[in-house]
């Protein structure tokens, strides 16, 4: 949702391949190509960056056969379009939801927030907030009922520091 996804992702991606020594794989579906961006920008057309491998410029029909390949994780930065991307979302195996709350942004997240309560049996999800100051994140779990869990400052998500792996483990 504009709020850090792919900084999040791979961050994540990072934590599973170095810490838990996971095969792990990016799928990029967002419709912004920022890992494409990067990718070409650190070396060309190479999908691979401190052995994770990046799949970006790809449809969803291509996903089955890219999880069907010989990687033990992957991480799918699906954007902010629920709509076309909720097949795939719900065939992960943690389903998180990333959002600001930030009071420019909080309108948003709220959106996408009766839109999964409505329509989804979200109870196991994870619902993280970035942005979050405790009062506005207490308005938003009684409203809606959901346990908002404030992702910390991650300085470099390539380069993990204790305290970031902390926060890591917690949501993987």
């Known amino acids: 949702m504009g709020c850090g996804v792919t900084h999040l992702s791979i961050a994540l991606a990072n934590y599973m391949q170095s810490v838990l020594g996971r095969k792990t794989a990016i799928i990029e579906l967002s419709g912004q190509y920022e890992l494409r961006d990067m990718i070409q920008k650190e070396g060309g057309n190479k999908q691979k960056l401190l052995g994770i491998c990046y799949y ?11 999880m069907n390949s010989r990687y033990e994780a992957f991480v799918l930065d699906l954007g902010s379009d629920y709509r076309s991307v909720r097949e795939e979302f719900l065939r992960c195996d943690r389903k998180i ?32 907030a970035l ?29 993990l520091k204790k ?5 890591l483990q917690k949501i993987v």
């Open 97 to 128: 939801i990333t959002g600001s709350i930030s009071p420019w942004k909080v309108s948003a997240y709220e959106h996408y927030l009766k839109e999964i309560i409505a329509t989804e049996n979200y109870e196991s999800w994870e619902f993280l």
């Open 56 to 66: 970006t410029d790809i449809c969803v029909g291509q996903i089955p056969e890219i």
């Open 131 to 159: 942005f979050a100051n405790l009062l506005d994140k207490k308005k938003i779990q009684k409203r809606y009922g959901v346990r908002l869990i404030s992702i910390p400052w991650i300085e470099n998500p390539f380069y």
């Open 163 to 167: 305290e970031d792996m902390c926060f």
